[in-house]
């Protein structure tokens, strides 16, 4: 029996994709059993390195979402339209679906998966978080049975090289980022990876499979790499901390789980944590839960090779389930949330920071910053007079784990000194 499949897209994904299927030897042997039967594109000129007949190309993405030979469609196009409605008009004519596109499913999830339940098909989407890295069954199926606590990633490989380059080689980001996109390793128009978007995408999806109820995009605080300086690299670095973005989904401590902490901004991590190695274009996931205790999947985010490799994962998967010819959604593979979950809100955030201030080198600046954290219950860890720039003092300051609406307040109450020049940089600490 053959499943005939058709593909949205061939480009970087799509082509590793192709590359798989038509070189099944020594791979799985249901892989044979996979037949391309359409490959839409937007230029039918554009030169291809597959070995696909040109004749299964085409520009009219309708007619492979509505054929009914077809059974499973590949969306590979990326951005929301005309992805989101192809996906829909797929599930409408009772297609299966993989996807790699984490901005649609993190924005348009409840749509999808309502109308995939609805229609009794698939969603399947490994390829969107984490590239080649297996996290999505994991958390589906594996670790299903655990108490979920937090899920940390390093989810952009963009940002993880650009800060590890930075790290490595003491240089700004303005210049590694230029860099960067002379590689090939950052796009363009680099904001939705530098400023923590695509990464909010994708903990949104894993929250979502970690803690059993949708989640609202909007609901994750996002902030990006753009702020963090060479100087507060070498500072943490003194510190004991590597700077890294992480997006982190956990659920608030000491209370009920239904309340959500849902966060990427650039943090310092422990040098002697796992995520502190994880350099360059790699990405990795923690997941923390009872009785699992800490599991961490590590490998490459992004690249057409591992990519493809997560997207033709999840067709073997549908590909077996046709097979046995499942008369009913197999639940551990398919969409049960019903609510959203409920996410704490920016000021009742909990975690530890570290702060810059320029001050002016009076006698008492110390004290004044110890007695206004003090006055907003922000207990400091660390404070320590790290340099001086021109008339300058810089101290450092490492707090405990604070609310970060009382953190704010310290800051607002420390800036009316005059000793105080400038707070040039805040940053999170992992804890
Ligand atoms: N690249 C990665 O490493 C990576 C990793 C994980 C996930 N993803 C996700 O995978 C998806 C695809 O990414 P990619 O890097 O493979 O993208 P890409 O290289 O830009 O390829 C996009 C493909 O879609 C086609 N396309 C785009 N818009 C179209 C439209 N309106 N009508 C018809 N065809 C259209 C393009 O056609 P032409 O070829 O004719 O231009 C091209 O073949 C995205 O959702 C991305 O976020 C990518």
Same mark, same amino acid.
């Given at each position: 029996?053959a499943y005939k499949i058709g593909i949205l897209g061939l480009g970087t994904v799509g082509t590793g994709?192709?590359?798989?299927?038509?070189?099944?030897?020594?791979?799985?042997?249901?892989?044979?059993?996979?037949?391309?039967?359409?490959?839409?594109?937007?230029?039918?000129?554009?030169?291809?390195?597959?070995?696909?007949?040109?004749?299964?190309?085409?520009?009219?993405?309708? $007619?492979?979402?509505?054929?009914?030979?077809?059974?499973?469609?590949?969306?590979?196009?990326?951005?929301?339209?005309?992805?989101?409605?192809?996906?829909?008009?797929?599930?409408?004519?009772?297609?299966?679906?993989?996807?790699?596109?984490?901005?649609?499913? #993190?924005?348009?999830?409840?749509?999808? =998966?309502?109308?995939?339940?609805?229609?009794?098909?698939?969603?399947?989407?490994?390829?969107?978080?984490? %590239?080649?890295?297996?996290?999505?069954?994991?958390?589906?199926?594996?670790?299903?049975?655990?108490?979920?606590?937090?899920?940390?990633?390093?989810?952009?490989?963009?940002?993880?090289?650009?800060?590890?380059?930075?790290?490595?080689?003491?240089?700004?980001?303005?210049?590694?980022?230029?860099? !960067?996109?002379?590689?090939?390793?950052?796009?363009?128009?680099?904001? !939705?990876?530098?400023?923590?978007?695509?990464?909010?995408?994708?903990?949104?999806?894993? !929250?979502?499979?970690?803690?059993?109820?949708?989640?609202?995009?909007?609901?994750?605080?996002?902030?990006?790499?753009?702020?963090?300086?060479?100087?507060?690299?070498?500072?943490?670095?003194?510190?004991? =901390?590597?700077?890294?973005?992480?997006?982190? #989904?956990?659920?608030?401590? %000491?209370?009920?789980?239904?309340?959500?902490?849902?966060?990427?901004?650039? $943090?310092?991590?422990?040098?002697?944590?796992?995520? #502190?190695?994880?350099?360059?274009?790699?990405?990795?996931?923690?997941?923390?839960?009872?009785?699992?205790?800490?599991?961490?999947?590590?490998?490459?985010?992004?690249?057409?090779?591992?990519?493809?490799?997560?997207?033709?994962?999840?067709?073997?998967?549908?590909?077996?389930?046709?097979?046995?010819?499942?008369?009913?959604?197999?639940?551990?593979?398919?969409?049960?949330?019903?609510?959203?979950?409920?996410?704490?809100?920016?000021?009742?955030?909990?975690?530890? =920071?570290?702060?810059?201030?320029?001050?002016?080198?009076?006698?008492?600046?110390?004290?004044?910053?110890?007695?206004?954290? %003090?006055?907003?219950?922000?207990?400091?860890?660390?404070?320590?007079?790290?340099?001086?720039?021109?008339?300058?003092?810089?101290?450092?300051?490492?707090?405990?784990?604070?609310?970060?609406?009382?953190?704010?307040?310290?800051?607002?109450?420390?800036?009316?000194?005059?000793?105080?020049?400038?707070?040039?940089?805040?940053?999170?600490?992992?804890?």
């Amino acid at each position: 029996v053959a499943y005939k499949i058709g593909i949205l897209g061939l480009g970087t994904v799509g082509t590793g994709t192709v590359e798989i299927l038509l070189d099944p030897v020594d791979r799985h042997p249901s892989i044979g059993e996979i037949q391309i039967a359409g490959v839409g594109v937007k230029s039918l000129d554009k030169p291809r390195t597959t070995k696909l007949p040109k004749t299964l190309l085409t520009t009219d993405l309708e $007619t492979i979402v509505t054929d009914p030979e077809i059974a499973i469609v590949v969306e590979l196009l990326g951005g929301l339209e005309p992805s989101r409605s192809l996906i829909l008009q797929a599930i409408q004519h009772g297609k299966h679906i993989v996807t790699a596109n984490k901005a649609v499913i #993190a924005r348009y999830g409840e749509e999808i =998966f309502t109308a995939a339940n609805k229609a009794g098909v698939y969603v399947l989407i490994e390829a969107a978080v984490g %590239g080649g890295i297996p996290i999505i069954k994991p958390l589906k199926q594996s670790l299903g049975v655990n108490r979920i606590h937090r899920v940390t990633g390093i989810i952009n490989g963009t940002t993880n090289y650009i800060l590890s380059q930075m790290t490595e080689k003491g240089a700004d980001f303005a210049d590694v980022l230029a860099k !960067a996109q002379e590689l090939g390793y950052a796009e363009a128009d680099p904001t !939705a990876d530098v400023d923590g978007w695509d990464a909010a995408d994708k903990i949104a999806i894993l !929250a979502s499979l970690a803690f059993g109820g949708r989640v609202k995009r909007e609901d994750v605080y996002a902030e990006g790499i753009r702020n963090v300086s060479a100087v507060d690299i070498d500072y943490a670095d003194r510190l004991g =901390f590597i700077i890294k973005l992480l997006a982190i #989904a956990q659920t608030t401590t %000491g209370e009920t789980r239904d309340k959500l902490q849902l966060r990427v901004h650039p $943090t310092l991590v422990p040098k002697s944590h796992p995520l #502190a190695s994880v350099n360059d274009v790699y990405n990795a996931i923690l997941v923390e839960g009872d009785p699992i205790g800490q599991v961490m999947f590590f490998g490459r985010g992004a690249g057409a090779g591992p990519t493809a490799s997560a997207v033709v994962s999840d067709l073997l998967n549908i590909v077996a389930l046709l097979a046995t010819n499942g008369s009913s959604l197999d639940p551990l593979l398919s969409c049960s949330h019903h609510g959203y979950c409920s996410v704490s809100a920016i000021e009742d955030l909990v975690s530890r =920071f570290y702060v810059r201030f320029l001050c002016a080198d009076l006698p008492g600046v110390i004290g004044h910053l110890g007695t206004c954290f %003090g006055n907003h219950h922000v207990s400091l860890e660390s404070i320590v007079q790290i340099g001086l720039q021109h008339d300058s003092a810089e101290i450092v300051v490492v707090t405990h784990d604070v609310r970060e609406g009382n953190f704010r307040q310290a800051l607002t109450e420390i800036q009316s000194s005059a000793a105080i020049k400038s707070i040039p940089s805040i940053l999170r600490v992992f804890s």
